[in-house]
Each structure stands twice: as structure tokens, then as C-alpha cells.
């Protein structure tokens, strides 16, 4: 392999963004089996500290590629699958212990779904979205509050839970209308 090829394949996959990536990845499995198997709330604080690293590797990804010119076109599409891998396994997680998240799982799979299908028409036709608008920022904040909330109060009373969930189907729910009309005057204007 040509050193400067090899060089700009190690620089495109293997920067330290890309590696904090992997790093929330890697938790993934970890934070399931201390999950699904706690039994008392030191257990349910272990899983929430498991989720909060990948939390904060998230943010300080984003700040080193943009602070030492490490972003990378395969970076900017691992933190946000991160991002979403990382969510569906919490939602799949509290399944088992919340039956109402099976709607917010439901609306979840759902808006992952079409947006994803519409990104990748919109790629093919050129279009590029150019990293996540304010809106879908929000929602995510949105769902990772409530998701770490579920985790660091395992015994919140239903009500709270039930508005925690109407909170995360909103903002999931108006992220995807704008998506959706974003998208709709981009496909309109080309």
C-alpha cells in the first residue's frame, strides 16, 4: 500500500475522534449486561456512569476534530449512527422495565427510519445536510436527559415517567416535521 494512501486511510478511520466513536461502541455491551442484571440502585448507578463516559466522549470528540482539524467524512457519519446506536439500545433497555417505552421505541425506530431513507435519496441527488440542524440538537438532549434520568431514578413514579416520554415523543416528532419540510424545499428547489 502506498505510504501516503496508507497515511490518509489511518488519518480517515483512525483519528482520535473516530477511536472515541468506537470507545461509545465498545460501552455498549457493557452497559446492557449492567442493566438488564441490576439489582439495587448501585447497580442502576453503574449502567448510568457507563452511559454518561459515552455521553462525554461525545461531546469532547466533536470539540478535538473541530479544534485540531481532525474532522473526517467517515467521522461525520460514526457520531451521529453512534449517537443513534446509543439511543436505541437505551430505549431497548428500558423496555424491560418501562412497557410505556415501547411508544417512544415505536416513534424512535420510526423517525430513524424515514430520515434515514430520505438522507440517503437526498445524498444520491447531491444534497448534503451538512451536520445536524438546532432542532434534531435538541432532541437529542431531549432523549439523553430522559434516558439518564430513567437511569439514575430507577424508581420514579409512573407519572413522571409517562410526562419524561411525552416530552421525548414532542421533540422527536417536531425534529422530524422540520426534517421533513427541510428536505421537502430542498427537493422542490432542484
Known amino acids: 500500500m502506498d505510504r501516503k494512501l496508507k497515511?490518509?486511510?489511518?488519518?480517515?478511520?483512525?483519528?482520535i475522534p473516530n477511536l472515541l466513536g468506537?470507545?461509545?461502541?465498545?460501552?455498549?455491551?457493557?452497559?446492557l449486561y449492567l442493566y438488564l442484571n441490576a439489582k439495587n440502585d448501585?447497580?442502576?448507578?453503574?449502567?448510568?456512569?457507563?452511559?454518561?463516559?459515552?455521553?462525554?466522549?461525545?461531546?469532547?470528540d466533536g470539540k478535538i476534530a473541530r479544534n485540531y482539524n481532525m474532522i473526517t467524512e467517515f467521522g461525520k457519519m460514526l457520531d451521529p449512527v453512534a449517537?443513534?446506536?446509543?439511543?436505541?439500545?437505551?430505549?431497548?433497555?428500558?423496555?424491560?422495565?418501562?412497557?410505556?417505552?415501547?411508544?417512544?421505541?415505536v416513534v424512535f425506530l420510526i423517525k430513524e427510519f424515514i430520515l434515514g431513507v430520505l438522507a440517503l435519496f437526498m445524498m444520491r441527488r447531491g444534497f448534503r445536510m451538512g451536520g445536524a440542524k438546532i432542532h434534531?440538537?435538541?432532541?437529542?438532549?431531549?432523549?439523553?436527559?430522559?434516558?439518564?434520568?430513567?437511569?439514575?431514578?430507577?424508581t420514579l413514579p409512573l407519572n413522571i415517567i409517562y410526562y419524561l416520554v411525552a416530552a421525548?415523543?414532542?421533540?422527536?416528532?417536531?425534529?422530524?416535521?422540520?426534517?421533513?419540510?427541510?428536505?421537502?424545499?430542498v427537493w422542490k428547489t432542484s
Not at 497515511?7 to 483519528?15: A, L
Not at 453503574?46 to 452511559?51: E, G, P, Q, S, Y
Not at 443513534?84 to 421505541?105: E, H, M, N, P
Not at 422530524?176 to 424545499?185: E, F, S, T
Open 7 to 15: 497515511k490518509n486511510w489511518v488519518k480517515e478511520y483512525f483519528s
Open 22 to 31: 468506537y470507545f461509545r461502541l465498545f460501552l455498549l455491551p457493557f452497559y
Open 42 to 60: 448501585l447497580d442502576y448507578y453503574a449502567a448510568a456512569f457507563v452511559i454518561f463516559l459515552s455521553f462525554l466522549t461525545d461531546l469532547v
Open 83 to 105: 449517537d443513534k446506536i446509543t439511543q436505541g439500545v437505551l430505549a431497548i433497555s428500558f423496555v424491560f422495565r418501562y412497557s410505556i417505552i415501547k411508544l417512544l421505541l
Open 136 to 154: 434534531g440538537k435538541i432532541c437529542t438532549v431531549v432523549l439523553d436527559v430522559t434516558f439518564l434520568i430513567l437511569l439514575l431514578f430507577p
Open 168 to 185: 421525548s415523543i414532542t421533540a422527536m416528532v417536531t425534529s422530524l416535521l422540520l426534517y421533513l419540510k427541510m428536505y421537502y424545499n
